[in-house]
Structure formats: structure tokens, C-alpha cells
């Protein structure tokens, strides 16, 4: 295989646009939705919504041992968590269903039948150990593989295969010359001729192949442009060489125009396998990253929307996406750029929606209850606006936002926090428990403490206290009340902490860490 990396025009046809365009997102249901896969995902819907165009959603579960239903929710869950809307596919219909492979076993019989009837493929009987052998005989490497010997049978050979119970496989005949395409992110690509030998299409057992069924089922829904990973790179002849003969027979109507997507690596600059705890979407969803966060990431590896710029909505994406703006070179997941972006798009969100993203995230960590009342509702939205410039996926803020809805006697003091705690800490807590209480602010309410229990009058009487009157630095003289209030050593800010829980319970949390002393 040779690329050149200038793209030239196509060979074939030329490239479809516009409203035309049709592109397809086939996954197996198997195993757990990866970043590579929603990455796929991503830049096909992209690339359709740029051109107004069709995104076919097309299972292809005919793997029936590896093939499970649950594999299959979770794609649909994917899909519909980065937002990647389709037009066609097995839940919402469209003219070429259907849109399960393993409802399409008829067709793939009768096209089967339609190529051998053309002379375009033929029934092979060697076995593994006949093509080896003969390759043994010539001197050959034995695992080159299928050597096409049974392209010209006679009659009479294969009446003798017959007789031996043999049951053929049906393989394509491939064409005795240079393959070349142009793909829109490698430029033009040429495997030789005689470099793909004839594949096989059909088991022995009438079973079809992935090699058969995928270029079948994009000729029938009418497919344009082909874009998935650089690891099917290799199998791209063999489904042009199929291309042009479901042509030659009336299934196609062209062959589609190629685009094969950068690998993604991990740490080492090694593949990111499906066992690496990056590449599990829904992993980082659970974290906490958000939709926006994890789309503008996954379009990150391997395109960029323009020079010094990596932060934009789903929306600038398709504005701006187009396939052969991707870089061929691999990209590399990079755990800490993914968390930046997203804590950018997390401070992004107006407060109210802040707000709500957080509520499922702390009803899982049992921070709230199932129902939440007006009041606690308010005062997360209080807390919430504390916390959201210091949290970079969503589950870092339930241990800010716990100490929130916790009691005096029920909060925990965290051991790096205590640890913190100095020799002058007791007398800290004592003036600062007889500067607070000093200051007018009953029963706390919902939004707060009474009139004069505020951010600025709180923190106001305790630089006065310590700061002046103890002559101590700030880090020092709000340290030990840090500990009291939030039991953490990183906290929402102090004061305002302090006038969301109202004066008597911080008064509790302080007077409660003081005998603790």
C-alpha cells in the first residue's frame, strides 16, 4: 500500500455533497461503548449536519456468540448522551430497512447468488492445508494464504469435490490490477495488484461475511461516504473490488468515497485498548464529564476547529467540521486537556442548569434523597454557584457540596484537614466563636441567615478578630474554621459557606471542633 498525502481527485465518481450525502454508523453490539467508537460516532454526525445530509444508524449484529442486547442499550445510550441525533435506523424506520443485519439475511443469499451467476465470484473447495501445501511445494512462505488455485476449476474438479462432501465458500475475484482511491483524510491510496488475494464472501456454511455484508448493505442505502477507523484501512480494496461488482450487477450505484480516521492512543503512545480505563466513554461519563465537554474533547483527536482555539459548542462543530480537515497522524487521549475542557464547559452552564446537572450526581452519592424539598433545592443552588469554577467533572463536587447538608454532629472532620490544625488553633475557635456571636442572625433560613448574618459582615468581624486582633495571617487564622465548617482541607469559599448554613449551625461546627481540641 503507497499514500500520498495531497489529495487528488477521485477515480470513480465524483464526490457527492450537499443534501446528498449519506453517511453510516454501523457498530457491533459488543462489550461497553468506547471513545473510539462515540469519536466515529461523532464525526459521521458532524459531517452529515455540515451538508444537511442523512446519518443511517445500522446494527451489525450477526456475531450471534458476542452480539448481546445489552451492548446494544448501551449504544443507544451513547448516542443519545453526546447528543448524535439520526435519521434512519432500526428504532425510527427510513426507506432502505431493515437496519439490522440479522433481519437482512435474504438479501445477502440472493446478491450472493447474483455474483456467482456473473461470473463475479466463484465456489472455492481448498482447504487451509491444500493452500498450504502447495505454497510448501513451491517453495513459498506457507502463510501467504489463498493462492486463487481454484479461480478455473473444470467440471470435472469440481464434481470431484462434490464427491467428497466438500462445501464450498464463495470468494470474490479480484481484479488483476492497481487498486486506487482517494481518501479524504490520506490523500490517494494504491495497494497493488495481486498484493489482496480472493476473499472469501461466503462460508462454507452459506454463512455471509463482514466482507460481503457491510458494502452490501451501504450499496442498498444508498451510502456516500464511508468514515470509520484507520484499522479497516486494509480491508478497503477488497470492498472497492465488491463495490464495482455490485455495480456490474445493478446493486450499486457507485462506490462510496473513503475517509479513514486516525488511530487514538494512550499513554506510551500505544493503541487505546478497550481495557484501558480511558477508553470506556461511559467511565468519564460517570465521573462526570458533560455532554458539551465530552463532545468538544472527542472532536479534539484528530481535527481541530481553527488555530488557538479548543473550546467550542456542538453547534460550532458542525459549522465548522469537514472530514478532510482531519490530521491522518494518531492522535493521543490526554486525560488532563479532557478534564480542562470540560471544567470549561462546566462553568459555561448558566447556574440554574449547573444546578440540575448536579442533582442526579448527588442523589447517586446519597448527598440528597430521591425528592428534594424548595429548601434544599435553593441552597444547592446557593452552593452551587460557590463551587462551580472549582470542580472539573461533576462528582468532584459532592464532597464540597456534602458539608452542605450534613449536621454539626454528623460531619466528618477529614483527616488532612485535622492534620493541618496548629498549636494557636484553639484559640483561634474561641474568638471567633465570641466575634460570631456577636453578630445579629437568627435560625438560619432557607436562603440563608437574618439581615445583618452576611458574607461581608461575617468576614468583616473576622479579620478584625484575627487577623488584627491576633495578629495572625490570613492562611492561619482561617484555617482551623475551614476544618470546622467544611471537615475538608479544600473548601467553597468560607464566609459565604458560612452565611448558606446560618449562625447557629456554624457556631455548632465551631464549637463542636473546639472540644475536639
Known amino acids: 500500500m503507497t499514500t500520498h498525502s495531497a489529495p487528488v481527485s477521485a477515480t470513480e465518481h465524483d464526490e457527492v455533497t450537499g443534501a446528498d450525502v449519506r453517511v453510516r454508523f454501523c457498530p457491533s453490539p459488543t462489550g461497553t461503548p468506547h471513545v473510539g467508537l462515540a469519536r466515529t460516532a461523532l464525526f459521521n454526525w458532524a459531517y452529515a449536519r455540515h451538508h444537511g445530509g442523512t ?98 476449476l473444470t467440471q470435472e474438479q469440481v464434481d470431484a469435490f462434490r464427491a467428497e462432501g466438500r462445501d464450498p465458500v464463495l470468494r470474490l475475484r479480484m481484479p488483476d490490477e492497481d487498486i486506487t482511491f482517494t481518501d479524504l483524510v490520506r490523500g490517494e491510496v494504491t495497494f497493488p495488484a495481486g498484493s489482496i488475494p480472493d476473499f472469501v464472501i461466503v462460508r462454507g456454511n452459506g454463512a455471509p461475511l463482514y466482507t460481503l455484508v457491510n458494502p452490501v448493505d451501504d450499496a442498498m442505502m444508498r451510502i456516500t461516504h464511508v468514515i470509520r477507523g484507520e484499522d479497516l484501512l486494509s480491508s478497503t480494496p477488497r470492498q472497492i473490488a465488491l463495490y464495482r461488482a455490485l455495480t456490474e450487477i445493478g446493486v450499486a450505484e457507485r462506490v462510496p468515497t473513503f475517509a479513514h480516521l ?49 473550546i467550542f459548542e456542538p453547534h460550532h462543530l458542525v459549522e465548522a467540521f469537514d472530514v478532510r480537515d482531519v490530521n491522518p497522524n494518531p492522535a493521543r487521549w490526554d486525560q488532563k486537556k479532557a478534564e480542562s475542557i470540560n471544567a470549561d464547559h462546566i462553568r459555561r452552564l448558566p447556574l440554574p442548569e449547573f444546578t440540575s446537572r448536579l442533582l442526579p450526581v448527588l442523589r447517586q452519592a446519597g448527598v440528597l434523597g430521591p425528592q428534594s424539598d424548595m429548601g434544599e433545592l435553593a441552597r444547592l443552588e446557593q452552593v452551587a454557584d460557590l463551587i462551580q469554577t472549582r470542580i472539573q467533572v461533576l462528582s468532584e463536587a459532592v464532597p464540597l457540596v456534602a458539608p452542605f447538608y450534613a449536621g454539626a454532629e454528623e460531619l466528618e472532620i477529614a483527616d488532612d484537614a485535622r492534620s493541618q490544625l496548629k498549636e494557636d488553633a484553639s484559640a483561634v475557635l474561641d474568638a471567633a466563636i465570641a466575634t460570631l456571636e456577636g453578630i445579629p442572625g437568627g435560625r438560619p433560613q432557607p436562603l440563608g441567615g437574618g439581615v445583618d448574618w452576611t458574607t461581608g459582615r461575617i468576614e468583616a468581624a473576622l479579620r478584625e478578630a484575627l487577623i488584627e486582633g491576633l495578629g495572625l495571617k490570613p492562611r492561619f487564622a482561617f484555617g482551623p474554621l475551614r476544618t470546622a465548617v467544611s471537615g475538608q482541607r479544600i473548601s467553597p469559599p468560607l464566609f459565604e459557606s458560612m452565611e448558606i448554613l446560618g449562625k447557629e449551625e456554624t457556631l455548632a461546627r465551631l464549637r463542636r471542633l473546639r472540644t475536639q481540641l
Do not use: C
Request: net charge negative.
Open 55 to 152: 446519518l443511517v444508524f445500522r446494527i451489525e449484529d450477526t456475531d450471534a456468540a458476542r452480539d448481546s442486547q445489552e451492548s446494544m442499550d448501551q449504544i443507544v445510550e451513547m448516542m443519545r448522551w453526546l447528543g448524535l441525533d439520526h435519521d434512519e435506523g432500526p428504532d425510527v424506520g427510513g426507506p432502505y430497512g431493515p437496519y439490522r443485519q440479522s433481519e437482512r439475511s435474504q438479501i445477502y443469499t440472493d446478491v450472493a447468488r447474483q455474483l456467482l451467476d456473473a461470473g463475479l465470484a466463484y465456489e472455492s473447495y481448498s482447504t487451509p492445508q491444500e493452500v498450504e501445501e502447495r505454497h510448501r511445494a513451491a517453495g513459498q512462505d506457507v502463510k501467504l494464504g489463498y493462492d486463487n488455485y481454484d479461480r478455473d
Open 262 to 310: 486516525p488511530l487514538v492512543l494512550g499513554e506510551g503512545s500505544k493503541k487505546l485498548s478497550k481495557r484501558d480505563p480511558q477508553s470506556d466513554l461511559f467511565l468519564h461519563r460517570d465521573r462526570g464529564f458533560i455532554r458539551e465537554g465530552m463532545v468538544n474533547y472527542l472532536a479534539l483527536l484528530g481535527w481541530a476547529i481553527g488555530p488557538d482555539r479548543d
